[in-house]
């Protein structure tokens, strides 16, 4: 049997309009609990009904579900600045302010299989995002690990549950399509680069092949050259180096002489 608490939780998920999602309640429920087992202070002060709306907008978070905040604002009962204190106050006392990355959306949607890939991609992106742009960019939001982990689905053609998976991104359905078509530009540049990269390889290897070739014959003529040069000497040289041994004896044997008379 349901509790008030719990009854409270439902009614306001319907309101927000996250009936649907099936792992919202028990996780919303187990923030409200963990909450009333760690709150003092300032966030027992608060209303029922804001703390089961801003247990529903951290819980939607985890999960990576989009969340109307500004139906949630009504249904708090609190003005904007109250809300987003109180939902930081709550986040530190819960211990929920972890950043979301790639391999927390691979394990909670069932897509561990793309999750080197996605990291591959993501830092390519940091590369070709960041490289031109005069304005530093936040790459710790949610969006570009979402991002990267549905093109690497789709290069490996493997179908996530996609509305959840944009879930993660914390994107209007229009600011995902402009990052879509971003990535598209990007994965484009890439893929020219990645072309253009194993063409002048190859060329490369072409020109090496064929200097080694050159070298190879240019080597293998000399060789020839020089064989028949060894075996065939000129007449004219092999005169003169004749008469130049013949002289050099006679040179010898007149020193010879010479000592003899002395």
Avoid at 51 to 61: G, N, R
Avoid at 136 to 156: G, L
Avoid at 189 to 216: I, N, Y
Wanted: proline fraction near 2%.
């Amino acid at each position: 049997m349901a509790t008030a608490e719990q009854k409270l939780l439902m009614q306001m998920i319907r309101k927000l309009g996250l009936a649907e999602n099936e792992q919202l309640v028990p996780k919303s429920t187990e923030l409200q609990r963990l909450l009333e087992l760690k709150s003092s202070g300032g966030a027992t002060n608060l209303g029922d009904y804001a703390k089961a709306t801003i247990c529903i907008d951290l819980a939607s978070a985890l999960l990576g579900l989009p969340f109307d905040t500004e139906t949630a604002l009504k249904l708090s009962g609190l003005r904007k600045t109250a809300y987003a204190n109180a939902k930081r106050t709550l986040e530190k006392l819960l211990d929920i302010n972890k950043i979301v990355g790639i391999a927390e959306i691979c394990i909670a949607l069932g897509l561990s299989q793309v999750q080197r890939e996605a990291t591959t991609l993501l830092e390519a992106y940091k590369r070709f995002a960041g490289g031109g742009s005069a304005v530093e960019i936040d790459f710790t939001h949610p969006q570009y690990a979402t991002m990267a982990v549905f093109q690497a689905c789709k290069r490996q053609k493997v179908k996530p549950q996609k509305t959840k998976l944009v879930g993660y991104s914390h994107l209007k359905p229009a600011q995902w399509t402009l990052l879509e078509k971003n990535w598209e530009k990007f994965l484009a540049s890439a893929a020219a680069s990645e072309l253009k990269s194993k063409q002048s390889g190859k060329a490369m290897e072409v020109d090496a092949g064929e200097e080694v070739v050159a070298e190879k014959r240019t080597a293998g003529n000399g060789l020839k050259h020089g064989l028949a040069a060894d075996k065939i000497e000129p007449y004219v040289s092999w005169k003169k180096r004749m008469l130049e041994k013949a002289y050099r004896e006679l040179k010898v044997m007149e020193l010879k002489a010479l000592e003899q008379v002395r």
